[in-house]
């Protein structure tokens, strides 16, 4: 089956500091890749819709220009948390869309591990 | 907007037991609908999917079921396990290429 990568797993951070994670599609290319968060306890709640070549359509909400996101080839997403505060703590999740046609077998997400960051 | 409801929202149950977790979306014109397993500080495991044209998927001791028109869907565990212990995510999607809306999520403990 498909397969997509986080990297890093996890990360630790100062306050004020940038951190870049790295969505990857390792067997397939995405067109679309979407970036979710999950705080403690919670479900997951979508951040931003990537499209490759594009700028990315970000949920109501999510500060475009604190989480910044790179989507410049069909295998590779990075999501950029800018000057990163303790709130921003979270696990954050993207997954990849493996598309076929619609009227064929239809698309497919595939979830990456996620990436727990946390800011001190 | 597409909500997603899960009920219950925890479980506690003997090992052995069959058990049913139920989820429920506002909004029935969806393209498909996933269950997820979740176990703590993890990432998603998928377990069945559920085309629109579909009432249901089976893997294994699972069983999902799909009433589009009411807006429900229902997991079914088979003599569970506790190995089966997770969360459970229930997710929908509006159409082709769109994203997931996810459930809050029902957190089951198997108990041995």
């Known amino acids: 089956g498909a397969v997509v990568s986080q990297h890093p797993s996890r990360v630790i951070c100062k306050s004020g500091t940038s951190v870049k994670i790295e969505c990857r599609s390792l067997?397939?290319?995405?067109?679309?890749m979407f970036w979710y968060r999950q705080f403690p306890k919670q479900s997951l709640m979508l951040m931003a819709t990537?499209?490759?070549?594009?700028?990315?359509?970000?949920e109501q909400g999510v500060e475009k220009d604190k989480f910044l996101i790179n989507h410049a080839s069909l295998t590779l997403s990075t999501l950029t948390v800018t000057s990163a505060h303790p709130e921003d703590s979270s696990f954050y999740i993207c997954?990849?869309?493996?598309?076929?046609?619609?009227?064929?077998?239809?698309?497919?997400?595939?979830f990456g591990p996620g990436t727990r960051l946390t800011v001190l | 907007k597409q909500e997603v409801t899960q009920i219950p929202a925890a479980l506690s149950v003997p090992e052995g037991e069959n058990l049913v977790l139920n989820c429920s979306f506002t909004?029935?014109?969806?393209?498909?609908l996933q269950w997820f397993r979740q176990d703590p500080g993890k990432g998603l495991t998928s377990l069945l999917l559920?085309?629109?044209?579909?009432r249901e998927q089976t893997s294994g001791r699972l069983n999902a079921s799909l009433d589009k028109s009411s807006g429900r869907s229902t997991l079914y565990i088979a003599a569970s396990q506790p190995g089966d212990s997770a969360t459970y995510l229930c997710?929908?999607?509006?159409?082709?290429?769109?994203?997931?809306?996810f459930g809050p999520g029902t957190r089951l403990s198997v108990l041995p």
């Open positions: 559920i085309q629109s044209s579909q």
């Open positions: 909004d029935s014109a969806i393209y498909n």
């Open positions: 997710a929908v999607r509006r159409g082709y290429g769109q994203n997931f809306v």
């Open positions: 067997d397939f290319q995405a067109t679309t």
């Open positions: 990537s499209n490759e070549g594009s700028k990315a359509t970000y």
């Open positions: 997954s990849a869309s493996l598309e076929r046609g619609i009227f064929l077998a239809g698309d497919t997400q595939y």
